[in-house]
């Protein structure tokens, strides 16, 4: 898991130090994940997928995507796809190149309950 959010993460800082060419047109644009929970004041990387008229999957000299949250006051978001939970809410996340935009849906919560936050009580 740790690999493949290294990769994402690679991924995502070598594409946006590189400019997106108005000479092609993008066809194809998705976010990764569409939908995320996560706790306050955690961070996760999110990433995406492109493709252009005429390219390929991801050309690291054509990718320049903007990144914007609905509610940083809820969950920022860097220039690299990074957020970070600010306070306890819901807010869409939301990659741009040219004409083309793809949102996640962030939900921030105090805890994310699981099995092992359960409490055994005694009689």
């Known amino acids: 898991m740790k690999k493949i959010l290294l990769v994402i993460a690679f991924t995502i800082f070598i594409t946006s130090l590189i400019s ?3 000479d092609f047109k993008v066809t194809y644009l998705e976010i990764y994940p569409t939908e995320l929970t996560t706790k306050l004041d955690e961070t996760s990387q999110l990433s995406f997928s492109i493709v252009y008229e005429g390219g390929d999957f991801n050309d690291p000299n054509l990718i320049q995507v ?9 969950v920022e978001v860097n220039d690299s796809g990074k957020i970070t939970a600010k306070a306890i809410g819901v807010a869409d996340i939301t990659v741009t190149c040219q004409d083309l935009s793809s949102t996640c849906t962030v939900t921030v919560n105090d805890t994310i309950a699981s099995d092992s936050d359960a409490t055994i009580t005694q009689n």
């Open 20 to 22: 997106c060419s108005k």
């Open 66 to 74: 903007d990144w914007q949250s609905s509610d940083a006051s809820i």
